[in-house]
């Protein structure tokens, strides 16, 4: 009953982020400056402490660390309830010490804010407030029942009241601002990180698909004699056998061109042929093949394609990668989903450089999403209204981040724009009125190189 309760209110599933190595480290150190500050206040400074319950309090936590380091693996992974109860022993043993060293007055209160940062930066929000207020509780029972620190010769230290409500008015907000900063600063780590990973499985699966279909390419080719002279061979044998009794050597020849069907298949199966028919293609057919999986989705998307003065007349023969079909398909995904009727696709080139812009009909971007175009997870989108105007489509941002890394990657300089400006009537507005996504690559970045010959096919790496 009590582990099905902690699970409800600390999220099940959640990823155990905190080793127990990290704590027992971090807890060595702070172990080490506490018996270093105890000695140099007691036997060099003349501070008069409770020596024996100093050393009680620090002898708890290298006890703590000592059944930790045997009890339990070094390469644990804590939950959050362990990591949050590991942590809450730390502040009362920070906090009990402080009680026996003057309270306030000793300038190393202030580490009571680091349970709360390591908080902040790995586990969760309600682990981290609960341990926030925990410690603003500590330090200020500290700050009101302490043993106050004293020379030898019995002078008592002791500081300004007002200087002592501004040190725990101080700890206080160190504690809310930078346990609310750590958070923020874990969470656009974390945020980055899982967008990155999409980014690679997408890439991923784009690159498979690119190696399936010079598979089938490979396969188209490679059966092609074969199939055609069992067919052949079949005919003739129709045709003739009830003549020719001793087509001996057509029979042989069939099994033959079976067996070499058999060990094509085998081959294929083991590793496919990388074709290089797949590896360039023309711009206007690359363009196309991104924006074939929206083609039928009831908005129409117009291509427009041309040379700018002094350039040849011709499409230029770009590289077929993954990276650049998976990110114009995305950008083309996003405008049909914001369009009214139609999307435009316009691609110009000139002899250093090849423009390619995605335009639709629709509302544009928002402004508070124009400046953040490219952040994964920018913004959710719930409603029901929103998600008829994207069917099939559920997404935060992560889209459009992972269309500019890839093609980033591929060396294209990405803007993003509306078609009008947002205080403008409608009626002012011209056709192209949406969202305007223009790339822009140096022609050594794109387009293929050679002359033209592919030369032999060569096996996928596997």
Same mark, same amino acid.
């Given at each position: 009953?009590?582990?099905?309760?902690?699970?409800?209110?600390?999220?099940?599933?959640?990823?155990?982020?905190?080793?127990? $190595?990290?704590?027992?480290?971090? $807890?060595? %150190?702070?172990?080490?400056?506490?018996?270093?500050?105890?000695? #140099? !206040?007691?036997?060099?400074?003349?501070?008069?402490?409770?020596?024996?319950?100093?050393?009680?309090?620090?002898?708890a936590s290298v006890i703590a660390n000592l059944?930790?380091?045997?009890?339990?693996?070094?390469?644990?992974?804590?939950?959050? %309830?362990?990591?949050?109860?590991?942590?809450?022993?730390?502040?009362?043993?920070?906090?009990?010490?402080?009680?026996?060293?003057?309270?306030?007055?000793?300038?190393?209160?202030?580490?009571?804010?680091?349970?709360?940062?390591?908080?902040?930066?790995?586990?969760?929000?309600?682990? &981290?407030?609960?341990?926030?207020?925990?410690?603003?509780?500590?330090?200020?029972?500290?700050?009101?029942?302490?043993?106050?620190?004293?020379?030898?010769?019995?002078?008592?230290? &002791?500081?300004?009241?007002?200087?002592?409500?501004?040190?725990?008015?101080?700890?206080? *907000?160190? *504690?809310?601002?930078?346990?609310?900063?750590? /958070?923020?600063?874990?969470?656009?780590?974390?945020?980055?990180?899982?967008?990155?990973?999409?980014?690679?499985?997408?890439?991923?699966?784009?690159?498979?698909?690119?190696?399936?279909?010079?598979?089938v390419a490979a396969a188209a080719h490679e059966?092609?004699?074969?199939?055609?002279?069992?067919?052949?061979?079949?005919?003739?044998?129709?045709?003739?056998?009830?003549?020719?009794?001793?087509?001996?050597?057509?029979?042989?020849?069939?099994?033959?061109?079976?067996?070499?069907?058999?060990?094509?298949?085998?081959?294929?199966?083991?590793?496919?042929?990388?074709?290089? /028919?797949? %590896?360039?293609?023309?711009?206007?057919?690359?363009?196309?093949? !991104?924006?074939?999986?929206?083609?039928?989705?009831?908005?129409?998307?117009?291509?427009?394609?041309? !040379?700018? !003065?002094?350039?040849?007349?011709?499409?230029?023969?770009?590289?077929?990668?993954?990276?650049?079909?998976?990110?114009?398909r995305n950008l083309i995904q996003n405008a #049909?989903?914001?369009?009214?009727?139609? #999307?435009? *696709?316009?691609?110009?080139?000139?002899?250093?450089?090849?423009?390619?812009?995605?335009?639709?009909?629709?509302?544009?971007?928002?402004?508070?999403?124009?400046?953040?175009?490219?952040?994964?997870?920018?913004?959710?989108?719930?409603?029901?209204?929103?998600?008829?105007?994207?069917?099939?489509?559920?997404?935060?941002?992560?889209?459009?981040?992972?269309?500019?890394?890839?093609?980033?990657?591929?060396?294209?300089?990405?803007?993003? =724009?509306?078609?009008?400006?947002? &205080?403008?009537?409608?009626?002012?507005?011209?056709?192209?009125?949406?969202?305007?996504?223009?790339?822009?690559?140096?022609?050594?970045?794109?387009? =293929?190189?050679?002359?033209?010959?592919?030369? #032999?096919?060569?096996?996928?790496?596997?």
């Amino acid at each position: 009953m009590i582990k099905t309760g902690t699970s409800a209110f600390f999220g099940a599933g959640g990823e155990n982020r905190l080793r127990l $190595r990290t704590l027992i480290v971090l $807890r060595w %150190m702070a172990i080490g400056g506490q018996l270093s500050a105890i000695t #140099v !206040a007691y036997f060099f400074l003349g501070i008069g402490l409770p020596l024996g319950l100093c050393c009680l309090v620090v002898g708890a936590s290298v006890i703590a660390n000592l059944v930790s380091s045997v009890a339990y693996p070094m390469n644990r992974r804590l939950s959050d %309830m362990e990591a949050m109860l590991v942590l809450l022993f730390d502040l009362g043993q920070l906090s009990f010490l402080l009680y026996l060293t003057g309270g306030l007055t000793n300038p190393f209160a202030l580490l009571i804010i680091a349970p709360v940062i390591i908080s902040a930066f790995a586990l969760q929000s309600r682990t &981290t407030i609960i341990i926030g207020l925990m410690a603003i509780w500590l330090v200020s029972l500290a700050a009101v029942f302490n043993i106050p620190l004293h020379y030898a010769d019995g002078t008592t230290l &002791t500081v300004p009241r007002l200087l002592e409500v501004g040190f725990w008015l101080s700890i206080v *907000i160190g *504690i809310l601002f930078l346990g609310l900063y750590s /958070h923020r600063v874990s969470s656009e780590i974390r945020s980055m990180s899982d967008a990155l990973l999409a980014t690679q499985m997408a890439l991923a699966r784009e690159q498979k698909l690119t190696d399936l279909g010079g598979v089938v390419a490979a396969a188209a080719h490679e059966l092609g004699t074969p199939l055609a002279t069992i067919k052949l061979v079949s005919a003739e044998l129709i045709e003739e056998l009830s003549d020719h009794p001793d087509l001996r050597d057509d029979a042989k020849l069939i099994k033959e061109q079976a067996d070499r069907c058999r060990d094509i298949l085998r081959s294929m199966g083991r590793a496919g042929k990388n074709d290089l /028919h797949l %590896m360039r293609a023309p711009l206007g057919a690359v363009l196309k093949d !991104a924006a074939e999986p929206h083609a039928d989705r009831g908005k129409k998307i117009l291509f427009d394609l041309h !040379a700018t !003065a002094g350039a040849p007349t011709s499409q230029p023969m770009i590289q077929r990668k993954p990276e650049v079909i998976h990110g114009i398909r995305n950008l083309i995904q996003n405008a #049909v989903d914001f369009a009214e009727t139609t #999307v435009w *696709i316009d691609a110009e080139w000139s002899t250093k450089a090849l423009t390619v812009r995605v335009v639709d009909d629709g509302r544009g971007y928002s402004n508070d999403i124009l400046v953040r175009i490219g952040d994964p997870f920018v913004r959710q989108r719930n409603s029901a209204q929103k998600q008829e105007t994207r069917p099939g489509y559920e997404g935060m941002g992560l889209g459009l981040f992972i269309a500019k890394t890839l093609l980033e990657r591929s060396g294209a300089e990405l803007s993003f =724009a509306n078609g009008y400006d947002s &205080t403008s009537q409608t009626s002012d507005r011209p056709a192209r009125c949406g969202a305007i996504v223009e790339l822009i690559w140096a022609l050594p970045d794109i387009v =293929a190189q050679g002359d033209g010959a592919l030369g #032999v096919n060569t096996p996928i790496d596997s």
